[in-house]
């Protein structure tokens, strides 16, 4: 029953790799987003979808490519994966509705660039 | 801009204990969100605790209550009877009515329940 699931949960890559990572609700919520950890643990937002429309695009380097096929999935491409890459990124989703908007999220993936 | 600061970068306590975390934030903005997530070692973000701005009363959830003080800017966490699975990285976060979903996040306290 798990409403926001991310895959894989560690992936370990070398540098220059390209690798995805996927993310899905069931929530049936229309907004989804990455976010990024640092070694810090400092959270921050890269993307934002709904409906399947970027709505927040943060200065994220074009290396990272969001795609969203469809408003239960967004899913983070990574070209040319760098060390300072290495994080663990978060999903989220919402359902966009006001005073009520809460997000949720996955349980993360352990990105370690080598 | 909005920003979020948790001046507590680690705390401890001990078991069936109460301790409050802190949590300031900074916007000229009037309506507002505040959370608190949970991040156990688990890694998971859980949502621990939400407050609209507009609303006077804190807002409480069983042993997780928040104090929320809005023309000081403060919206600190209280856990009363702290148990062991409590022990975990707290966040404090915040989200304006105009900034299309965009939660800022505090640095985070990393709480220790003792036994």
């Known amino acids: 029953d798990t409403a926001v699931s991310q895959t894989p949960k560690y992936l370990v890559t070398q540098m220059g790799n390209d690798k995805s990572i996927k993310c899905e609700q069931n929530?049936?919520?229309?907004?989804m987003y990455w976010y990024k950890q640092d070694s810090k643990k400092f959270l921050k937002i890269m993307f934002s979808?709904?409906?399947?429309?970027?709505?927040i695009n943060e200065t994220v380097p074009n290396r990272f490519s969001p795609k969203s096929p469809d408003k239960a999935h967004l899913n983070l491409h990574i070209n040319s994966l760098e060390l300072g890459d290495s994080a663990v990124y978060f999903c989220?989703?919402?359902?966009?509705?006001?005073?009520?908007?809460?997000?949720?999220f996955g349980p993360g993936t352990r990105l370690l660039v080598l | 801009a909005q920003t979020v600061t948790q001046s507590q970068p680690e705390m401890s306590v001990q078991e069936a204990e109460t301790v409050t975390l802190s949590c300031t934030y900074d916007t000229s903005e009037n309506n507002y969100y505040l959370f608190w997530y949970k991040q156990p070692p688990s890694r998971q973000m859980i949502l621990v605790i939400r407050q609209e701005a507009y609303k006077q009363q804190n807002a409480t959830e069983n042993r997780f209550s928040v104090n929320f003080q809005k023309a000081a800017k403060s919206f600190s966490l209280k856990i009363s009877d702290s148990q062991l699975g409590d022990t975990a990285m707290y966040f404090c976060a915040f989200r304006i009515e105009t900034s299309g979903s965009r939660l800022t996040f505090g640095e985070g306290t990393q709480l220790t329940v003792n036994p």
């Open positions: 979808y709904n409906n399947k429309e970027l709505i």
């Open positions: 989220a989703s919402s359902q966009v509705a006001g005073v009520l908007e809460t997000q949720y």
């Open positions: 929530l049936g919520h229309d907004t």
